[in-house]
């Protein structure tokens, strides 16, 4: 899984997941060969690692031991992890959305990732219990439909979106769109505190952090939900609620396309051209989580844009792990934390691969970008859920 021999790193992944469901044994080497995987030799792994166009080596049963016995001296900062089961996923999103509107979506297809697609009526029917692992889609779970509303107000798009929205919170019972999405976005809470996996993207990581910290509190302008805002709203937001951020000044300009101050996305000077993150190292004995969610082929990534693209390091809550930084801009691309038993990783940016993605713009073509360092921290999200549950050390 290093740069020079892998041709496709992203559907490797796919691999894993198919020998995992077919009942192999497999091993997530950290910090080893760019975080290779070692997988119970087997003719159908072979015949897919050819059809699927991923490179592999058959080796001995006395090499991989000797490898095995390298990873485990206790001077080595790698570490091999059992993985068990292929996790349950699920990625939250509108049923009628485009596969290349959300990133997580298009990399699952590719990789040839199994998943389930689900929204609210599956959230508030209790149905995510079904499921390990749950991917936020690029939602506003504030209730102000992703704050387009200066730009797009009468595009035909946001028009339907508005209408759709505001028919399935009626549906549902609720008699606000922003009520609804809150109770969605407290089942959510309840999933990871009970023991999910949670990985958001864009505007569905703050949008989802401000919705249950304003729970209670009227931030919609009229515009959004036919009434005025509760007055002094900002000192009613409770950053106990929250999973990452605090400290954080809502947007109350309805025309402007930012939700709080938690996005860098208006406060950045960085040139597309050494617009990097760099990926923070971890100890793969002691911190095996985060090991496995920053294993790359390379520690600088490059940077892309969202309606969310990056979060203000001042807005992070201390007990929140930093996987990825731009340092020269102080903010945080890449971010990851516990609630209850459960686990959550933001990732800020729209298309790994697309710098300044916007609407109506063409998909990404991930048949061009196989090696994409961008796209593969996401199935490292995707795939750690299937690790042999550990005692954390730290």
């Not at 992070?316 to 609630?339: D, F, M, Q």
Request: proline share 4%; hydrophobic share 35%.
């Amino acid at each position: 899984m290093n740069h020079d021999n892998q041709k496709n790193h992203l559907k490797a992944y796919g691999i894993v997941f198919f020998s995992l469901q077919n009942g192999l044994k497999a091993k997530w080497l950290l910090n080893h060969d760019g975080g290779a995987f070692l997988i119970e030799n087997n003719k159908a792994i072979e015949n897919e690692c050819k059809i699927r166009g991923v490179s592999y080596e058959i080796i001995s049963d006395a090499k991989s031991q000797l490898i095995l016995e390298e990873i485990g001296a206790p001077s080595s900062n790698r570490e091999a992890v059992t993985l068990e089961k292929a996790p349950k996923i699920a990625v939250y999103s509108p049923k009628d959305k485009m596969p290349w509107d959300d990133a997580v979506t298009m990399v699952l297809t590719y990789a040839e990732i199994p998943f389930d697609v689900i929204y609210d009526e599956e959230i508030l029917a209790d149905k995510l219990l079904l499921y390990e692992w749950l991917h936020l889609h690029h939602e506003d779970f504030t209730g102000q439909y992703g704050k387009f509303y200066g730009s797009f107000r009468t595009a035909p798009w946001y028009v339907q979106q508005k209408q759709d929205a505001e028919k399935l919170a009626k549906e549902l019972g609720f008699s606000k769109v922003s009520e609804e999405k809150l109770a969605v976005a407290k089942k959510i809470r309840d999933y990871v505190i009970g023991g999910g996996f949670m990985f958001a993207m864009c505007s569905a990581t703050d949008s989802f952090d401000i919705a249950l910290a304003a729970e209670g509190v009227d931030i919609a302008e009229a515009m959004f939900d036919g009434d005025a805002t509760d007055i002094n709203y900002q000192s009613k937001i409770d950053f106990e609620k929250t999973f990452a951020f605090k400290d954080f000044v809502l947007e109350r300009n309805p025309n402007v396309y930012e939700f709080s101050s938690i996005d860098m996305t208006n406060k950045r000077a960085i040139p597309k051209t050494s617009d990097y993150f760099s990926l923070i190292e971890f100890s793969a004995k002691w911190d095996p989580i985060p090991t496995m969610l920053t294993q790359n082929h390379t520690v600088l990534v490059k940077g892309f844009m969202g309606q969310t693209t990056s979060f203000d390091r001042n807005t992070v809550k201390t007990n929140v792990l930093v996987l990825g930084e731009n340092s020269v801009n102080r903010e945080a691309r890449y971010i990851h934390g516990t609630k209850g038993k459960g686990l959550f990783t933001f990732y800020g940016g729209h298309d790994p691969e697309d710098y300044t993605h916007r609407v109506g713009d063409p998909k990404t073509e991930l048949d061009l970008h196989p090696n994409s360092p961008g796209y593969r921290l996401i199935l490292n999200n995707v795939l750690f859920p299937a690790a042999k549950k550990q005692k954390q050390k730290t």
